[in-house]
């Protein structure tokens, strides 16, 4: 039905975080809660694990990840943007 992904991370400024690398969530199982379950347990998760922040990144053009994203209460902004470079 879908999965989430995430690691420990640290940032400078912030200290211990757990950052969310993917939750998906299959289009015919959408609209059902099962995203805001396992993103409930992701926040659990790094609750009892100490950690100042959940952070993870949302495509701009993701209008419905967003609304789900802002309904959960997250803070989303423009300012940071994604950087890769390929080691190929």
């Not at 400024?13 to 992701?42: E, H, N, Q």
């Not at 959940?54 to 802002?70: G, H, M, T």
């Amino acid at each position: 039905m879908g999965y989430v992904t995430f690691f420990f991370a640290r940032y400078t400024w912030s200290g211990k975080a757990l950052y969310m690398d993917d939750l998906y969530i299959r289009p015919t199982f959408r609209g059902k809660g099962l995203g805001t379950k396992l993103i409930d347990k992701v926040i659990q998760y790094a609750k009892e694990n100490n950690c100042h922040k959940l952070r993870w990144q949302v495509s701009d053009w993701n209008e419905p990840a967003i609304r789900f994203y802002k309904n959960l209460g997250a803070n989303i902004d423009t300012v940071e943007r994604n950087c890769d470079l390929l080691l190929e």
